[in-house]
């Protein structure tokens, strides 16, 4: 089974400054996907970024980047130039190769401060 | 496309009673999830089918839920009697599965919120 680990609760940033949210996973397979949601406090989870596991090269979506480690199991998000409607609670997902299995992590509380 | 749509939006209801959750999937996609969400478990994976059959319940948390997936475009989770404990906010969400799962990852219903009083 796999593990989805969001060590930080919360978190908070200044208003145009960066911001990274750590998450690990535990798996036994070779390729997987990886996802970060975003949910506001509208509750729509919208998918933000995704990653491929066989895929080395980080995904960037415009101000969010991540942080890929495969030996590591680490997927950290990094968010730049921190906006106001960043503020949400973050889940990082894991999803099997099969695609029938997706396992969130706890989820990250980001408030960002003007 | 309209994209998953949950209703209600707000349910609350009084202990014991039955509480019905439907789900109209985005047309196309053949795998249907029902996640609960609460402060306490977070995001809960309960049941999910593929091609309207149900696939996986592992994670419903007692014979008081069960869900039906009677048609491509329709699915529902009921609760039957309900409790207080089963407040929280649930989740449908569909997708492509293996047959395009990068490009077309899980799209998530706005949820409904149920209160169990």
């Known amino acids: 089974a796999q593990t989805v680990t969001q060590s930080q609760p919360e978190m908070s940033v200044q208003e145009a400054e960066t911001v990274t949210l750590s998450c690990t996973y535990d798996t036994s397979e070779s390729n997987y996907y990886l996802f970060w949601y975003k949910q506001p406090p509208s509750r729509q989870m919208i998918l933000v970024i995704r990653q491929e596991a066989y895929k080395q090269q980080n995904a960037t979506e415009n101000r969010f980047s991540v942080n890929f480690q495969k030996a590591a199991k680490s997927f950290s998000l990094k968010i730049s130039d921190s906006q106001l409607g960043d503020t949400a609670m973050y889940f990082c997902?894991?999803?099997?190769?099969?695609?029938?299995?997706?396992?969130f992590g706890g989820g990250t509380r980001l408030m960002v401060k003007p | 496309d309209a994209g998953v749509i949950q209703s209600p939006r707000h349910e609350v209801t009084e202990m014991g009673q039955e509480v019905t959750l439907r789900c109209k999937p985005i047309?196309?996609?053949?795998?249907l999830f029902w996640y609960r969400q609460t402060m306490m478990r977070g995001l809960e994976l309960l049941i999910y089918?593929?091609?309207?059959?149900?696939?996986?319940d592992s994670g419903m948390p007692e014979d008081r839920f069960s869900a039906k997936m009677p048609n491509a475009s329709f699915s529902t989770l009921k609760i039957q009697p309900s409790e207080p404990r089963d407040s929280a906010v649930y989740f449908c969400a569909s997708s492509f599965g293996n047959r395009d799962l990068y490009n077309s990852p899980l799209h998530f219903g706005n949820g409904t919120r149920l209160t169990v009083t």
């Open positions: 089918f593929n091609n309207n059959v149900p696939i996986d």
């Open positions: 997902a894991f999803v099997n190769n099969a695609g029938n299995m997706l396992t």
């Open positions: 047309s196309g996609h053949d795998y």
